[in-house]
């Protein structure tokens, strides 16, 4: 009375004619790629180099920030007097 009733086993679909070498697909092995000691190496010192530029622009531009701000002061006070 408690115990689960199962369906039926499905039927086991229809044998093909093919063997199991004809569905698998043939696999191609991965296309080597050699990358050169040298070009690793330009990689990172163009990357250095791109970091440093881009540190020195935002230096440039804060520093210019801050003698803008200190000229207006200077100047503001200036044209009170």
């Known amino acids: ?3 689960p009733k199962y369906p039926e086993s499905p039927t086991p679909p229809p044998a093909y004619p093919h063997t199991v070498a004809d569905q698998t697909p043939a696999r191609r092995p991965a296309p080597q ?3 050169s000691t040298g070009a ?3 990689v990172l010192v163009g990357g250095v180099v791109l970091t440093a530029l881009l540190a020195a622009v935002a230096v440039t531009a804060i520093s210019v920030a801050v003698t803008a701000v200190v000229l207006r002061s200077v100047l503001r006070d200036q044209h009170r007097r």
């Open 1 to 3: 009375m408690f115990l």
């Open 33 to 35: 790629i050699s990358v």
């Open 40 to 42: 690793v190496a330009a």
